[in-house]
Antibody, heavy 121, light 113 residues
Framework: EVKLVESGGGLVQPGGSLRLSCVAS????????MTWVRQAPGKGLEWVSS????????SFADSVKGRVTISRDNSRMSLDLQMDSLRVEDTAVYFC??????????????WGQGILVIVSS | DIVMTQSPDSLAVSLGERATINCTSS????????????LAWYQQKSGQTPKLLFS???TRESGVPDRFSASGSGTDFTLTINGLQAEDVAVYYC?????????FGGGTKMEIK
């Protein structure tokens, strides 16, 4: 069974930093591209960032570019999202998700349960 | 960026009836050389994580009931539920993965009339 479990969320002040982690199990992590998607309270889904299976290629939404770093450790089957210079508008539930068979340009076929990040003073 | 527009924003349908959700992209998501539409549909029940229903505009994921169907090409897509069940109450999202940034529609809230 594919499982994705996020951690690292919480309350942080504007301008602060937070590191989210996602631990995967139930599949060969090193062969799948991965992504982060967020959902502000009561709002829709917003793609944040993606990373290729090898970790060589990354991509970011303009809303987080320059403030967010995505990385992965295939030996630990983990995916990280380092978020710096956080803004109130970054408040959201952050989902870790796996790309499906389409790879980098494909749908997200498994999602974690999400982790809440609150940016507030 | 490709803008995804869903309609309606919300929809109330009687149990057993048909529900139709539309999704329009601001530019084509059809990769012509592969003849594939880079379009997915997700279902998100209240308090739950999104679930992939369809990829490539019309390829149903394993385990998705066949009362769900999806169609469309280019810029216009449709998700249909034939015979709405109580467990289908959810918000439904379309998403394009044709171009970065990958973008989602605003969602359609499905309710029982």
């Amino acid at each position: 069974e594919v499982k994705l479990v996020e951690s690292g969320g919480g309350l942080v002040q504007p301008g602060g930093s937070l590191r989210l982690s996602c631990v995967a199990s139930g599949f060969t992590f090193s062969t799948f591209d991965m992504t982060w998607v967020r959902q502000a309270p009561g709002k829709g889904l917003e793609w944040v960032s993606s990373i290729s299976s090898s970790g060589v290629s990354t991509s970011f939404a303009d809303s987080v570019k320059g403030r967010v770093t995505i990385s992965r450790d295939n030996s630990r089957m983990s995916l990280d999202l380092q978020m710096d210079s956080l803004r109130v508008e970054d408040t959201a539930v952050y989902f870790c998700a796996r790309y499906g068979s389409g790879g980098w340009y494909g749908a997200f076929d498994h999602w974690g349960q999400g982790i809440l990040v609150i940016v507030s003073s | 960026d490709i803008v995804m527009t869903q309609s309606p924003d919300s929809l109330a349908v009687s149990l057993g009836e048909r529900a139709t959700i539309n999704c329009t992209s601001s530019e084509s998501v059809l990769y012509t050389s592969k003849n594939k539409n880079y379009l997915a549909w997700y279902q998100q029940k209240s308090g739950q994580t999104p679930k992939l229903l369809f990829s490539w505009a019309s390829t149903r994921e394993s385990g998705v009931p066949d009362r769900f169907s999806a169609s469309g090409s280019g810029t216009d897509f449709t998700l249909t539920i034939n015979g709405l069940q109580a467990e289908d109450v959810a918000v439904y999202y379309c998403q394009q993965y044709y171009a970065i940034p990958f973008t989602f529609g605003g969602g359609t809230k499905m309710e029982i009339k």
